[in-house]
């Protein structure tokens, strides 16, 4: 990736946290690297190398700043929202696909040789998957060693490293200090027994009370609820279950995860920020869509608006597949129906992960409370996705996931369109059929005929998922 030295340097001289995850700050004089915000004085230039990841600093030699944590920065905008091969990549590391099944797993869940994988990822972020995955590993190691009272040796291995010392020598490498130092640092409080708590860090503004609004309006009982300015799910990670609450806060979302398997923190946390949309530039989306004057106003008035996504791709399907046609009151209804076929959560005492594809494939007739023909559309949803035969995960070929989605009868393009806004991550999804977005489109003065307001909406590009966002708030 080409880093512009000069706006680079401008950035850090600033300390503009906009640019916290773009890109990270290494001083030769002392061999550390920082996020762009740190608040150290700044270097000389000719002290200062830029590189495109925490990963590529560290390959470089340099260790992390043990004050400004550039390892706890927001992700990259630029892989939050990127659909091609590097962008899929990246998404799929910080679900910890590298941890669980090695290179050649990533490789071959993306379609393509692993030296190829090699070879773009050096090129664009100046480290393989493997450094990436270890950084994320030093990371991950990092918050377990600091918010919980595991042995160190438990830590190791539940942070992905395959032995003890490997754990030793990269924490001394990328943090200057031995595992038992960090811990005596403790910069975050203890959770209760079980619990992990962290900070999860965004680029401002966060306007969380849109995310909160969406998301319980459509809470599902035994799987997620709001309580306050906290909302609570149960999760299903590749290793167990979870339960994690999310508070948004002025700098960072707290978090506090339950897990089942701690070999599950990085997934969990990445899936927590992908709910949240917490990697997005929320200052390039206004930007664009604030010279509409007919969306000005709302963008003035509630910036930061984020697009809810998901912790589960095959979830925000069924949901789709279910509100077609019906308000999403009545969606909320029959999927309440469905999960207590399903398992009788709210009997379970906590929080659960949304069921697995294969149980909702073979949930009885009485189950779904639905027309026959939409039954069958969710049968044959679950069913592929059970088989391996269609990707709703952030890791996904979008434009191949949608072409396999829509050859399932009954899905066309709003429920596609739908999916691949929240499972899929993509931010320039509109939906000018839809019937809350052409009355939110009324309600601003925009044109309401699906047609015109499909064009007019040309002008939001790349950014129309946020824009649908604000319509149904509006609406």
Same mark, same amino acid.
Request: proline share 5%.
């Given at each position: 990736m080409e880093l512009d030295f000069e706006r680079c340097y401008r950035a850090v001289d600033s300390r503009d946290q906009r640019f916290d995850g773009w890109f990270y700050t290494a001083v030769r004089s002392t061999g550390i690297y920082c996020r762009p915000s740190c608040p150290a004085m700044t270097p000389k230039r000719e002290n200062v190398a830029f590189y495109p990841s925490a990963a590529a600093a560290q390959r470089g030699g340099f260790r992390a700043c043990k004050r400004c944590r550039p390892d706890a920065a927001p992700g990259s905008p630029e892989w939050d929202v990127r659909a091609d091969l590097v962008g899929r990549a990246m998404r799929l590391i910080g679900d910890g696909v590298v941890d669980r099944d090695g290179v050649p797993g990533l490789a071959s869940r993306l %379609?393509?040789?692993e030296r190829h994988l090699n070879r773009l990822l050096t090129a664009e972020l100046g480290a393989g998957p493997l450094a990436l995955a270890r950084a994320q590993r030093a990371q991950t190691a990092r918050v377990l060693i600091e918010t919980t009272d595991l042995g160190l040796a438990e830590i190791a291995f539940a942070a992905g490293f395959g032995s003890v010392r490997q754990f030793n020598d990269t924490i001394q490498e990328v943090y200057a200090q031995a595992p038992g130092q960090l811990r005596e640092r403790r910069p975050i409080a203890h959770a209760e027994s079980g619990s992990i708590n962290l900070r999860l860090a965004y680029r401002a503004p966060l306007h969380a009370a849109s995310l909160l609004d969406f998301l319980q309006a459509r809470a599902l009982p035994g799987v997620e609820e709001r309580v306050g300015n906290a909302y609570r799910r149960g999760l299903t990670l590749p290793h167990g279950s979870a339960t994690v609450a999310l508070s948004p806060g002025d700098r960072w979302v707290s978090a506090t995860l339950r897990l089942s398997d701690v070999r599950d923190l990085a997934p969990a946390v990445a899936r927590c920020r992908r709910l949240f949309d917490l990697d997005a530039d929320p200052i390039a989306v206004d930007a664009t869509l604030a010279a509409d004057p007919a969306l000005s106003a709302a963008v003035t008035a509630e910036p930061g608006v984020r697009v809810p996504r998901s912790v589960?791709? @095959?979830?925000?399907? =069924?949901?789709? =597949? =279910? %509100?077609?046609? =019906?308000?999403?009151?009545?969606?909320?209804?029959?999927?309440?129906?469905m999960l207590r076929a399903a398992g009788s959560f709210e009997e379970k005492g906590d929080l659960v992960g949304f069921p697995a594809a294969a149980v909702v494939a073979d949930l009885p007739d009485s189950a @779904? %409370?639905?027309p026959a023909a939409r039954r069958d559309t969710v049968r044959a949803l679950a069913a592929v996705v059970a088989d391996g035969k269609l990707d709703l995960e952030p890791g996904a070929d979008r434009d191949e996931s949608m072409?396999?989605?829509m050859e399932l009868p009954g899905i066309g393009a709003w429920t596609a369109g739908y999916v691949a806004m929240r499972a899929i991550g993509d931010p320039d999804v509109f939906l000018p059929t839809d019937i809350a977005v052409r009355r939110g489109a009324r309600a601003l003065g925009?044109?309401?005929?699906?047609?015109?307001?499909?064009?007019?909406?040309?002008?939001?590009?790349?950014?129309?998922?946020?824009?649908l966002i604000r319509l149904w708030r509006a609406s």
């Open positions: %379609g393509y040789t589960d791709g @095959f979830e925000v399907a =069924v949901r789709a =597949v =279910v %509100g077609q046609q =019906v308000s999403v009151a009545g969606a909320r209804t029959t999927l309440t129906r @779904f %409370g639905m072409a396999r989605l925009l044109p309401d005929t699906p047609a015109a307001l499909a064009k007019h909406a040309e002008g939001w590009r790349p950014w129309r998922s946020y824009a």
